[in-house]
């Protein structure tokens, strides 16, 4: 149902960290028949992680995770490192600027060094506020903007435009992206 309606490429999620005390990985239970059916269709896919890590050890603990769950399947893109701000319960709460950028280099180089192209999720607050964006450009930027036009100030390659979008073969709202 996907590609009859044009859709070119999927962005699946692989896994995740937790944002409790203990800060778990878990794999998305999803993941692996979201993929066969993309690939079966003639969908691109691409992987991002929902990452929580609160140092460099836990940002390459996150990379190793992916690598191992990625082994062996076609990635049309970038593996991208998705961190964002959960709230008052998140044991990522205290991060600073210089903390976040220093985790999200250190999974994407993880990412790069064995091979694979790397990148980072971002909206506009976190690009601008929370993230030290001239130090990762050698990463891919996938924005998160929800205008007709975006007005972001660096290069980006893929721009996601709604959170609200509606396709028809998924139930509720659909995040809708461009790759450029």
Request: charged residues 30%; aromatic residues 10%.
């Given at each position: 149902?996907?590609?009859r309606q044009g859709i070119d490429f999927a962005y699946l999620r692989?896994?995740?960290?937790?944002?409790?005390?203990?800060?778990?990985?878990?794999?998305d239970r999803s993941f692996d028949s979201y993929y066969s059916g993309a690939r079966a269709a003639g969908i691109d896919v691409g992987v991002y992680f929902f990452?929580?890590?609160?140092?460099?050890?836990?940002?390459?603990?996150?990379?190793?995770?992916?690598?191992?769950?990625?082994?062996g399947y076609l990635l049309a893109f970038p593996v991208f490192f998705d961190w964002e701000k959960i709230g008052s319960e998140a044991r990522s709460d205290t991060m600073d600027l210089a903390s976040l950028t220093t985790v999200t280099d250190t999974f994407c180089t993880e990412i790069r060094?064995?091979?694979?192209?790397?990148?980072?999720?971002?909206?506009?607050q976190?690009?601008?506020?929370?993230l030290h964006l001239p130090s990762l450009q050698t990463y891919t930027f996938w924005l998160a903007e929800y205008n007709d036009t975006p007005s972001f100030a660096y290069h980006f390659d893929l721009w996601q435009y709604s959170?609200?979008?509606?396709?028809?073969?998924?139930?509720?709202?659909?995040?809708l992206n461009l790759a450029f």
């Open positions: 149902a996907l590609k692989l896994g995740l960290r937790g944002y409790g005390e203990k800060g778990s990985l878990y794999p990452s929580q890590a609160i140092d460099e050890q836990e940002a390459r603990e996150e990379a190793r995770f992916v690598l191992d769950k990625i082994s060094n064995a091979g694979y192209q790397a990148g980072l999720y971002f909206n506009q976190l690009g601008y506020e929370e959170a609200s979008g509606t396709v028809d073969g998924i139930e509720g709202d659909v995040d």
